[in-house]
Nanobody, 123 residues
Framework: QVQLVESGGGLVQAGGSLRLSCARS????????MAWFRQAPGREREFVAC????????LYADSVKGRFTISNVNAQATVYLQMNSVKPEDTAVYYC????????????????WGQGTQVTVSS
């Protein structure tokens, strides 16, 4: 069993920055993949970014590429999402997720999910 707890959400002005954190506990096998997804009101959950356990492979949604950076610090058992140049359309609840055998943008591939943290970007 893996537990995930997100933090760092809040209110930020357009063009500003925010860093989300996701602390994991429990057993994760070597080779796990961590991801961030988001869900805005009235919309389906969408992929944001993912990273492999060693941190040397990342994947981003086109909508955040060049603005967001995902990183994994195994010593801290934490994955981060650095959000720069945020836009009002980035407003959503952000979730982190972990998979032991899937690397990609499909939410169905991830086994464990956090409760989410709200990010609101004002214009």
């Amino acid at each position: 069993q893996v537990q995930l707890v997100e933090s760092g959400g809040g209110l930020v002005q357009a063009g500003g920055s925010l860093r989300l954190s996701c602390a994991r506990s429990g057993r994760t096998n070597r080779g796990f993949v961590m991801a961030w997804f988001r869900q805005a009101p009235g919309r389906e959950r969408e992929f944001v970014a993912c990273i492999n356990w060693s941190g040397d492979s990342t994947l981003y949604a086109d909508s955040v590429k060049g603005r967001f950076t995902i990183s994994n610090v195994n010593a801290q058992a934490t994955v981060y999402l650095q959000m720069n140049s945020v836009k009002p359309e980035d407003t959503a609840v952000y979730y982190c997720a972990v998979s032991h055998d899937y690397y990609g943008a499909g939410s169905a591939g991830y086994e464990y999910w956090g409760q989410g943290t709200q990010v609101t970007v004002s214009s």
